[in-house]
């Protein structure tokens, strides 16, 4: 996998900072190149193959459908709309009962080796509609497969649930409609229920402004209007993603963060605590990638099942006082724009640094806010939950709404860097307000502690002693060769070959080289 860094180096300044953080540490983006149009759609729609797919949607005879949530879509939106919240909420959980027997009360179809189970559920009205299993009976020799009807998009395989009890919320397809197929070796039904479903209420497969009565506000700027390609490229590592905790499925933002120190792009995820703050919660996401309007100011958009996606897996450290979450994916896909892994900066900001974000406000295409730093350190208190200093930000060109929550804040005067994620802030209005349109960001330099060894693993050897002549871990004919050339006199900067510590290089050190080398193999 290529893996491009951007310009700018990590670099460890000595310091003094609160909360015994003893250095100020900086991290550079790295950016994974796109993919073909071919590989994408081929990663997209193919877990499954899609003749197979397309024989089992022909195959489906009955569809088990809920009637609940008929007529409600408008009033539930309207009710979320009126929360002051960051995060947004996107549907409502509906608990069901559907047992192996209900669901699979047809013969399977015996294909390429595989018995193949097929169910099908809906929610009639759903903009969006996922389901939650309870997978623990779940046998070894069965795969689970979630096939979206309206783009023949399979997602799979899972063979687990993500969580200790043993319930998964499986992946979120657009319309109402969804198939659950059962890849299985055994020729009996897997036993498996199906315990609720999250009925959408919030298109978010549509480009529509607030003033046509939903969506994001229309002074938010598309990212397709950004000029400068170095955010074009850093945008690029935003996600939307869905969650689900309680009654409702809820929408927030976050960012791929870097592992400087490594050769891998690891899928560490950073948003806000306040969104997913569990193990539990953080195992119901679902991130949708490059979710972004075709062009500068157009109504051209993907549709949901054609998104690059990625699943929520572990939680490695959460704040709700600094309101971080640090979680890992299963995977991250690149897709039509790259990938990119962004860079962070635990110094503390000045008043007046100026700033971007980039984000999805009430879950809309991607968008990007430009403000500046009026407070560095601001304690809150929100819903009971009191939040340690914050950076305040205020917006004069673009704002934040609701799915706005969890997104990172960078310094455009310092290597567009991540500095935290947006927490909490009033309601936006348009046109800019600046007394109004202002955030609070939790501050990623008083989290970073919590997750230091995360994001300063390295997979750079340790020296093998100091016959390890070029620090690579292990002593070789190429420290041999370089304690001889050192003998000889010549130049072998940056290294040094005086491996008995006596000051110059003598036969001694190339024995003791020779000797080291021979031990080790």
């Given at each position: 996998m290529m893996r491009i860094r951007f310009p700018f180096a990590l670099a460890v300044c000595l310091a003094i900072a609160p909360m015994a953080i003893a250095s100020d540490w900086r991290a550079p983006a790295a950016y994974q190149p796109p993919v073909t149009a071919k590989v994408l759609r081929d990663a997209t729609n193919h877990a499954l193959p899609p003749a197979i797919s397309q024989l089992l949607l022909d195959d489906i005879a009955v569809v088990h459908t809920y009637t609940e949530f008929v007529g409600m879509n408008k009033a539930l939106e309207a009710a979320s709309r009126a929360s002051s919240e960051k995060l947004l909420e996107i549907g409502r959980v509906l608990p069901i009962a559907l047992d192996a027997a209900i669901l699979f009360d047809a013969p399977p179809l015996l294909m390429d080796g595989f018995f193949h189970y097929t169910a099908a559920v809906a929610s009639e009205g759903a903009y969006q509609l996922a389901l939650e299993a309870d997978l623990e009976q779940l046998r070894p020799g069965d795969e689970i497969f979630v096939i979206d009807p309206q783009v023949q998009r399979a997602h799979g395989p899972i063979d687990a649930p993500r969580t200790d009890d043993g319930f998964a919320w499986l992946p979120m397809v657009g319309g109402d409609f969804v198939v659950l197929v059962v890849r299985s070796v055994h020729d009996t039904p897997p036993p498996i229920v199906i315990t609720a479903l999250s009925h959408g209420y919030i298109n978010l497969s549509e480009e529509l402004s607030k003033e046509a009565g939903t969506k994001a506000n229309p002074c938010n700027n598309h990212i397709a209007c950004e000029t400068d390609p170095e955010i074009e490229f850093l945008s690029s590592g935003i996600g939307r993603y869905v969650f689900t905790r309680g009654g409702g499925s809820s929408l927030c933002s976050g960012v791929l963060v870097n592992v400087p120190g490594t050769a891998a792009l690891e899928p560490y995820f950073l948003t806000a605590n306040h969104c997913v703050?569990?193990?539990?919660?953080?195992?119901?996401?679902?991130?949708?990638?490059?979710?972004?309007?075709?062009?500068?100011?157009?109504?051209?958009?993907?549709?949901?099942?054609?998104?690059?996606?990625?699943?929520?897996?572990?939680?490695?450290?959460?704040?709700?006082?600094?309101?971080?979450?640090?979680?890992?994916?299963?995977?991250?896909?690149?897709?039509?724009?790259g990938r990119a892994y962004l860079g962070w900066d635990t110094a503390t900001p000045s008043v007046g640094d100026g700033l971007i974000g980039i984000h999805h406000p009430r879950g809309s295409e991607m968008r990007i806010s430009y403000g500046d730093v009026t407070v560095v350190e601001q304690n809150a208190t929100i819903g009971g939950t009191p939040y340690l200093s914050q950076i305040r930000v205020e917006w004069f060109d673009g704002v934040t709404e609701g799915g706005s929550s969890g997104s990172p804040i960078l310094r455009t005067d310092h290597d567009l860097l991540i500095i935290g994620v947006l927490s909490n802030g009033p309601v936006h209005v348009c046109p800019e307000v600046p007394s109004s349109n202002w955030d609070r960001y939790g501050p990623f330099r008083f989290f970073f502690p919590l997750v230091q060894e995360l994001l300063l693993a390295s997979d750079v050897p340790e020296p093998a002693g100091p016959a390890d002549i070029n620090g690579d871990g292990k002593v070789d004919a190429v420290d041999i060769q370089l304690v001889i050339n050192a003998a000889l006199g010549f130049d072998i900067s940056p290294f040094t070959a005086d491996v008995d510590g006596t000051g110059k290089i003598s036969a001694i050190d190339v024995q003791m080289v020779i000797n080291a080398a021979l031990s080790a193999s």
């Open positions: 703050g569990t193990q539990a919660s953080v195992a119901t996401m679902q991130v949708f990638w490059d979710y972004r309007a075709a062009s500068c100011n157009g109504s051209s958009v993907p549709s949901l099942g054609s998104l690059p996606t990625s699943l929520g897996v572990t939680m490695h450290g959460t704040s709700s006082s600094f309101d971080h979450t640090m979680a890992e994916l299963n995977s991250v896909p690149s897709g039509a724009f």
